[in-house]
């Protein structure tokens, strides 16, 4: 598989920005995909990215994507508690490679 | 989105015995994956479900560990054979719909302890 990097664990209080990121060594999909995942519970699909595009912001979340430094990340604003979660950058296009999860714990 | 259900949700196993995992899907979808997150892991491609051909497995997978059904487009299999501890983990199904964004939705996944 690709080989997709994330920091593993990071730590916000509530009403901060939260900044996930990933590094990639391949760049062969046509998009780029956030995913989150709850204690136990299956994967959401929370935003994606087109490859051509740098930045695209969907209400509190953006994503920002440097091709050439194949580093992609995600912004949460105003962090809630609920946004405390893994969350996943996903690569891929026939087939889907994930990265490996950055745990995300939100302090009241 | 697609609305995929799996099952069993969860399972304990003995060890050496085999369990099959099924994954149906609330409309035809062509692609269909099954997915491994071992504890405190991401998620790692086991296979590819080719409807009415055999499976396309990723490196480090075998068909005779885990053999895959899809005998339609709604509807696929994964079983885990002979198990050990080792196989303790989430195991996901995921369809990819067409469409421009083409993202992959997901099961609940079926959390198998093997003891």
């Known amino acids: 598989g690709e080989d997709v990097e994330q920091s593993l664990f990071l730590s916000v209080r509530e009403g901060d920005s939260s900044v996930i990121n990933c590094t990639y060594t391949?760049?062969?999909?046509?998009?780029l995909y956030w995913y989150k995942q709850e204690p136990g519970a299956g994967l959401q699909l929370l935003t994606y990215i087109f490859s051509n595009m740098d930045m695209k912001q969907d209400q509190r979340l953006t994503v920002l994507l440097n091709k050439k430094d194949k580093h992609l990340s995600l912004r949460i604003a105003d962090t809630q508690t609920g946004d405390s979660a893994i969350y996943f950058c996903a690569w891929g296009f026939n087939k889907f490679y994930f990265g490996s999860g950055t745990k995300l714990n939100v302090k009241p | 989105s697609a609305v995929i259900s799996q099952k069993p949700s969860r399972d304990i196993c003995q060890r050496g015995t085999s369990l099959t995992i099924q994954c149906q899907v609330d409309?035809?979808?062509?692609?269909m994956f099954w997915y491994r997150q071992q504890p405190g892991q991401s998620l790692t491609l086991i296979a590819t479900a080719n409807q009415g051909s055999e499976a396309t497995y990723e490196s480090g997978f075998v068909i005779d560990k885990f053999p895959i059904s899809r005998p339609n487009l709604t509807f696929s299999t994964l079983t885990v054979s002979n198990m050990s501890p080792e196989d303790s983990s989430i195991y996901l199904c995921s369809v990819r719909q067409g469409g421009d964004t083409g993202e992959l939705f997901f099961g609940e996944g079926s959390r198998l302890t093997v003891l």
């Open positions: 391949d760049s062969s999909s046509t998009y």
């Open positions: 409309s035809q979808v062509t692609m």
